[in-house]
């Protein structure tokens, strides 16, 4: 992953962010991407963040990959059963 200095993540703009209005999960590159939808998943399970936030952290950071929506859905399903 790419160094995210504070100057570059205060230059990105909020639309960058997997919570733009907080200004949180930055997702500037691919990297950032998958390692905002690791961070929403244990935030998630620690109950700092709703599951519809994760949500739309999720759908930011696959547009960001080319993922559908189809395999995030295969990913829970996995999880669930395994």
């Known amino acids: 992953m790419s ?7 205060n230059s990105l703009p909020s639309s960058d962010f997997g919570m733009p209005g ?3 999960y930055p997702m500037p590159d691919r990297s950032h991407a998958i390692n905002a939808k690791a ?7 620690k109950g700092n963040i709703t599951p519809s936030q994760k949500a739309t952290i999720d759908a930011k950071a696959n547009s960001i990959l080319g993922h559908s ?11 669930k059963h395994y």
């Open 3 to 9: 160094d995210l200095t504070t100057k570059r993540r």
């Open 22 to 24: 907080a200004r949180k």
């Open 39 to 45: 961070r929403a998943s244990q935030q998630e399970a």
């Open 69 to 79: 929506k189809s395999v995030d859905a295969a990913h829970a399903h996995l999880k």
